[in-house]
């Protein structure tokens, strides 16, 4: 791939928030959670596709809602539209919106893909690989049909990252640890790489157990992710319904705002280019404004 688009260099050293609070408002350009995200001093909002709006369409209120912050998709699952219209609205949301779109994608799950979407999934690798080159063969006569974006893929395995770093511009990581984030780093060469990390601001260890164990209920049920995990030294014991406690631990911060830091600071270390805080909050259906403004004043993005 060519230089590092802006959308991306722009990021690098920077924190993020990973989030799908937004879902839960009304569609609005006017969204009160990408503007809160935006004036707390955060640089980017990735963003998930899945259940909840078609991905492209969520970017584009998103973008319309900010001026300066970043809008990433963590994924745009490739099974939901063809390489010509998601390569065609990736330059569109660019040439549009100042180069602050960020086109994430992912392959998804079985799931997802089968129950959901009513496709077959096989062939992740494959169909990644053929998806990115229909990508770039794809023709726009449009005026913005030569404009730059920056694309990355969700990748985990060693093979999927390396396909990132080939034939996008870096990958984007999701509920590793740090020691996951120096393989990456030592595959994907100089390309970007993104880290996805869940937090739980404070709270005693059983509201913390309570609000991880909440998180990893869905994913736990997911290959992708047990493989993974299987690769960096976790076993059946750890892959119950919602995780074992060695894997919440793993996976989510507990603490204070410095123990959070600290991480974000090893994520830094190990090769990360930028990380995606996903903060737990107490209720899944509110937006957790008042721990996204603890963790901003904490890590002096925002005085806010």
Not at 62 to 82: E, F, K, P, Q
Not at 229 to 246: A, L, Q, T
Request: aromatic fraction near 8%.
């Amino acid at each position: 791939m060519p230089t590092l688009p802006s959308a991306l260099s722009r990021l690098r050293g920077t924190i993020g928030i990973w989030t799908s609070a937004h879902e839960l408002l009304a569609p609005t350009p006017s969204d009160g959670v990408a503007a809160d995200v935006e004036a707390l001093g955060f640089s980017a909002l990735w963003f998930p596709e899945s259940w909840g709006r078609e991905s492209l369409t969520s970017a584009t209120l998103l973008l319309a809602a900010t001026s300066s912050l970043t809008v990433a998709t963590g994924i745009t699952n490739i099974w939901g539209r063809d390489a010509v219209a998601t390569v065609n609205a990736a330059r569109t949301l660019n040439a549009a919106f100042d180069d602050r779109f960020v086109l994430g994608l992912g392959v998804s799950h079985q799931p997802l893909v089968e129950r959901l979407r009513g496709h077959e999934y096989h062939s992740p690798l494959v169909n990644m690989r053929e998806y990115l080159n229909a990508m770039d063969r794809a023709p726009m006569h449009a005026y913005e049909g030569s404009h730059p974006y920056a694309r990355v893929i969700a990748a985990l395995g060693p093979r999927m990252l390396e396909l990132g770093s080939e034939l996008a511009h870096g990958v984007h990581t999701y509920l590793v640890n740090v020691e996951h984030t120096l393989m990456a780093r030592s595959l994907v060469a100089d390309t970007f790489l993104g880290v996805e990390q869940a937090v739980v601001v404070g709270q005693g260890r059983e509201e913390f157990l309570k609000r991880a164990h909440a998180h990893l209920e869905f994913y736990t049920g997911l290959e992708n992710y047990r493989a993974n995990w299987r690769r960096m030294g976790f076993g059946p014991d750890d892959f119950v319904r919602g995780g074992s406690e060695r894997l919440c631990d793993a996976m989510v911060v507990h603490g204070d705002v410095s123990d959070i830091g600290e991480r974000v600071h090893e994520h830094f270390s190990a090769g990360a280019d930028h990380v995606c805080l996903q903060v737990l909050g107490p209720d899944p259906a509110t937006p957790p404004r008042d721990d996204w403004r603890l963790v901003s004043q904490g890590l002096g993005l925002s005085t806010s």
